[in-house]
Each structure stands twice: as C-alpha cells, then as structure tokens.
C-alpha cells in the first residue's frame, strides 16, 4: 500500500483544482478531497479495533471507489451546498478512485480492484511506488520508503495542482528539478525487493 501521507498529498493536490473563493474554503476542499482518498484504508479500523481481517480488501476496488464518490457527490449535494459548491463533480470521482490507482502502482498487495465483476486480485507487477508497509514510526524501513514515495508524489502532486502547475510554469528549474527527483525516486522504488 501507499502511505497515508501519500494519499493524503494526491487529495489535497486534486482538491486543490476546485475553485475557492477564501482560505478556510480551500482548507476544507483540501481536508474533503484527503479523505476522499484516504477513504478506502478505513478498512483498517475494523483491524486494528476489532481484529477483523478483510481478505481481499473489497474497500480497494472501483467498486468501492464509486461508493465512495457517490457519498462524496451527496455530501456536496445536501450537505456542503456552500462549502463544495465549486468542486467539480469529475474532481470528485477522480479523488474517490485514485487510492485504488495508487495502491496498484505499488505493486505488492493484490487487491480485488474489479469488485463486484470478478473476485481475482491484481497488483501492477513492476510496482513504482514504495511499500509504506505497517505504520511503525520506529522502523527505518518505513522512514527510508516514505522519503522514496515523496520524492515520487511531491513532483506528481505539483502537477496535479493548480497552484503547483502554475508555479512550475514560472519557474522552469524547479520543473527540471522535480523531474528529476521524481525519475530518481523512481528508479530506487523500482529496484526494491517486492
């Protein structure tokens, strides 16, 4: 799996697309599109609360991805009229759906991403993401793969955001920096053992 920060960056970063008009609009759109993201590790919960072991994670499938954008599209519908007037309904979806993207581009845990079609897991089998593994802040391993999957998400971020698309735009260097970080980090996800 990606790491709660990684998916929490990718919602933010697509949040950040929808038009705001102050900045406790923007920090709510950025807080609404986190969870969107983040939404489908909720199964962990029931592990870590209860011991319930979900075998595949039916949370990471398109499936449950368009749950999830369903609850997101009622939630701007009738409850945050005001507050998510200016996400965009597409926004939404692409948020509810790029926690299963993710999680596939890790390549380590097959996930039943085609749910309720079919059962069968798939995992991208050349993974270019890290493994954040188990949340264990005294592990340097997790430290180590976070950094790795920072070095590949910021620069992915940047592009997916507005306000960073149009930085990198001003600024070139900073475009060929990222760039280059992300193709570096890249390369040393793609050499972990899996």
Not at 73 to 83: D, E, M, N, P, T
Request: a positive charge; glycine letters at 8%; one cysteine or more.
């Amino acid at each position: 799996m990606s790491s709660i920060f990684g998916h929490a960056l990718i919602g933010a970063a697509i949040g950040d697309n929808a038009k705001s008009e102050s900045k406790s609009e923007q920090l709510f759109l950025s807080f609404f599109f986190m969870g969107l993201v983040v939404c489908p590790d909720l199964d962990y919960l029931l592990t870590w609360c209860f011991g319930v072991n979900i075998a595949p994670r039916y949370t990471h499938s398109i499936g449950a991805s368009l749950v999830i954008a369903c609850i997101g599209l009622g939630l701007k519908k009738y409850v945050f009229v005001r507050r998510l007037r200016n996400a965009n309904p597409l926004l939404i979806c692409a948020a509810s759906m790029a926690h299963v993207l993710m999680d596939y581009c890790v390549g380590v845990h097959k996930n039943p991403i085609f749910w309720p079609l079919t059962e069968s897991v798939y995992a991208f089998e050349y993974g270019f993401l890290p493994s954040a593994g188990k949340l264990d802040f005294l592990n340097f391993y997790f430290w180590r793969n976070l950094l790795i999957e920072m070095g590949i998400l910021v620069p992915v971020a940047a592009f997916i955001s507005a306000r960073g698309r149009n930085a990198l735009k001003k600024r070139v260097y900073i475009a060929i920096l990222a760039t280059g970080v992300l193709m570096a980090c890249g390369y040393i996800s793609v050499g972990l053992s899996r």
